[in-house]
């Protein structure tokens, strides 16, 4: 009887308790911090893709408003300016993107944080692709560095994938 009656008044946890309790805050911490970190990446290359497509879509207004020439628009340092805004913005090198245009083609390739490229160009494509377009000699175009067996295929399964 005097053991229950000090179990009933004990304040306060054992060890043990403290010891398990820890464990399993451990356990849900060690699961639930990689797939925030995913989560991160993901939106922050939709975040990047939708930043692209906002400039490909000045690029397009430029063109049918103006009737400018793409080189005109890339040498007057609007567009410069903007993917340059987009570097800033996520502390990517500028070595490791392509912005590449001559006066009838256009493309821009930018790195995505989970790897790969993203790539936008003046037919109007908006897809992943597996190398930027250093080398690349022109007329410009995403499908000449397209891998179609990597990454999603348009910016649309891009943003339904990272909001899943």
């Known amino acids: 009887m005097n053991y229950l009656y000090k179990k009933i008044n004990q304040k306060g946890f054992t060890l043990i308790e403290l010891l398990i309790v820890i464990s399993i805050i ?19 290359d939709v975040r990047r893709i939708a930043s692209l497509k906002n400039i490909q879509t000045d690029i397009a207004n430029q063109t049918n408003i103006g009737q400018l020439s793409y080189a005109t628009i890339f040498s007057t340092g609007e567009v410069a300016q903007k993917v340059q805004t987009l570097l800033s913005q996520t502390r990517v090198s500028a070595t490791s993107v392509g912005l590449k245009s001559d006066t009838d083609t256009y493309a821009i390739v930018f790195p995505l944080q989970k790897g790969g490229y993203w790539c936008v160009d003046s037919d109007g494509n908006s897809q992943y692709v597996t190398a930027p377009i250093v080398a690349m000699a022109g007329p410009y175009s995403c499908a000449l560095a397209v891998s179609p067996t990597e990454g999603p295929g348009s910016i649309d399964d891009t943003f339904t994938e990272a909001s899943v």
């Open 26 to 44: 451990s356990f849900l911490a060690s699961t639930f911090f990689p797939t925030m970190n995913e989560a991160r990446a993901k939106g922050e």
